[in-house]
């Protein structure tokens, strides 16, 4: 079965760091792009990077460049998201997602819940 | 403000027809597929169409997709009172160099 597990998430006060994790099973982890993909309470999907199998292409959202470090550790199917300078608005479950070539996430993580407050 | 426009909400009757709209603009919809999602209250988000109009094995043939230049269209058909849910267009903006999600729409079978 393919399954996507996040870890990570928590309180952080603003201006703190947070790294968040996904572990991956039941599929070639080394053969797809990945992504992370958030939601604020009560709002919608706001995609906020990727990464491309072998780490070559990285992409953020313009909210989140230069504080938000992607990555991925193939020899241990996990996929990363380092942030830094954490906003208020950055509070929200972070869902990391499979990425298909045609452009399409799946599946998705059961999401890890970010809460930025003092 | 979402890139993707949908309506906030749409509804109708069990057994009934709905459509949830989704519109973009040639850097986006009009130039790559478009996926959508199925999100069930407190639950992750579920693909449910890719590719405009492909569905994933175990998606009834209820819900479809499609594409006509830079507007896509989600139907369910056969309303249940289960498919209430939020609904999310998705597609690659080649301008922005990002993955751009709609609003969501919000499902209710009355």
């Known amino acids: 079965e393919v399954q996507l597990v996040e870890s990570g998430g928590g309180l952080v006060k603003p201006g703190g760091s947070l790294r968040l994790s996904c572990a991956a099973s039941?599929?070639?982890?080394?053969?797809?792009?990945m992504n992370w993909v958030r939601q604020a309470p009560g709002k919608g999907l706001e995609w906020v990077s990727s990464?491309?199998?072998?780490?070559?292409?990285?992409y953020y959202a313009d909210s989140v460049k230069g504080r938000f470090t992607i990555s991925r550790d193939n020899a241990k199917n996990s996929l990363y998201l380092q942030m830094n300078s954490l906003r208020a608005e950055d509070t929200a479950v972070y869902y990391c997602?499979?990425?298909?070539?045609?452009?399409?996430?799946?599946?998705w993580g059961q999401g890890t819940l970010v809460t930025v407050s003092s | 403000q979402s890139v993707l426009t949908q309506p906030p909400s749409v509804s109708a009757a069990p057994g009934q027809k709905v459509t949830i709209s989704c519109s973009g603009s040639?850097?986006?919809?009009?130039?790559?597929?478009v996926s959508w999602y199925q999100q069930l209250p407190g639950t992750a988000p579920k693909l449910l169409i890719y590719?405009?109009?492909k569905r994933p094995s175990g998606i009834p043939d209820r819900f479809s997709g499609s594409k006509s230049g830079t507007s896509a269209t989600l139907g369910i058909t056969g309303l249940q009172t289960g498919d209430e849910a939020d609904y999310y267009c998705?597609?690659?903006?080649?301008?922005?160099?990002?993955?751009?999600f709609g609003g969501g729409t919000k499902l209710t079978v009355l």
């Open positions: 997602a499979r990425w298909r070539s045609s452009s399409y996430f799946d599946p």
């Open positions: 040639s850097s986006n919809i009009g130039n790559n597929y």
């Open positions: 990464i491309s199998s072998s780490s070559s292409y990285i």
């Open positions: 998705g597609t690659w903006d080649s301008s922005l160099s990002a993955e751009v």
């Open positions: 039941g599929f070639t982890f080394s053969s797809y792009s």
């Open positions: 590719d405009n109009n």
